[in-house]
């Protein structure tokens, strides 16, 4: 049995802060509601190397249509540690989806967040309408499984000063790190921000995870993207994601790299915007 306690306040930018408690564990997320309360809400999943601010960007225009849950995933600023796993990750979430009232809601996930929200929809079936996968995939290639754990070592040595600027390029392409310094260095304050035990177990758990056998279980439409330069989840895994599930549409961004939502939310939205728009067959 769960308990549910909620907290809201607003902000100039029009977001509630909500938290609920599962399981003795609080889950927080920031919430801007629309007018068209017959749409669906979109809940937002963000990246291992972004922080739930990194949606800022499109949550104005995406709340004009739908209520906005931008998400502080679990071991992030304002939402409890609730182990490493995937799977525990989901679980959690679930139940807090749950406890809100936000069931049959969008999945938004971009990177980190595309991983958690596809298995969340893995394991609790009917909990998502439908998912939109932004730089994700189902599996790391040998060569991406090595990069998280040389991130993982280096900064368990150094702190997490030392991998940032491989986390920025692993985010950006280096010519668009160069045009934009200032967006730079505060994403950069943002990862050093993040508790190193969330980190460490995060990147374990990316460098083990194949959700391949699973995919086929997910029975709603999903809109996989993903920016054709990006190095973290290069196109390939997308494509990948996309041909194993059983319902997907899969778009190559160009010019954009691993958070495609900061570097061109305007192309970002117009992307998904039929998709999250279409009326669900019921």
């Known amino acids: 049995m769960h308990t549910a306690t909620h907290t809201a306040t607003f902000s100039p930018s029009k977001l509630r802060d909500v938290s609920v408690t599962v399981g003795a564990k609080r889950l927080s997320a920031m919430i801007a509601n629309s007018s068209h309360k017959s749409n669906p809400p979109i809940i937002l999943f963000h990246s291992l190397l972004a922080d739930h601010s990194s949606f800022d960007r499109i949550t104005g225009p995406l709340s004009q249509s739908h209520d906005v849950v931008a998400l502080k995933l679990p ?9 490493a796993g995937l799977a525990d990750i989901a679980d959690h979430i679930a139940a807090a989806i749950k406890a809100l009232g936000l069931q049959q809601a969008i999945f938004l996930g971009n990177g980190y967040g595309g991983f958690v929200a596809l298995q969340t929809a893995i394991r609790h079936p009917g909990i998502a309408a439908r998912l939109v996968l932004a730089d994700c995939g189902a599996v790391f290639s040998d060569i991406g499984r090595a990069a998280f754990r040389a991130m993982s070592a280096a900064a368990k040595e150094k ?19 160069q045009q934009h310094p200032e967006l730079i260095e505060e994403r950069k304050q943002r990862f050093l921000a993040l508790d190193p035990v969330t980190f460490h177990g995060a990147c374990d758990a990316l460098a083990s995870l194949d959700l391949r056998p699973q995919l086929k279980v997910v029975d709603v439409p999903v809109l996989v993207l993903v920016g054709e330069q990006d190095e973290a989840t290069p196109p390939a895994m997308s494509r990948e994601l996309a041909s194993g599930l059983p319902d997907a549409e899969l778009v ?3 010019g954009c790299a691993h958070v495609p939502q900061l570097q061109a939310p305007e192309v970002f939205v117009a992307a998904i915007r039929a998709f999250i728009d279409a009326k669900v067959s019921v």
């Open 75 to 83: 071991g992030f600023a304002g939402s409890d540690f609730v182990g």
């Open 252 to 254: 190559v961004l160009a």
């Open 159 to 177: 702190g997490l000063a030392a991998v940032a600027d491989v986390a920025m390029r692993r985010l950006f392409a280096p010519e668009f790190q």
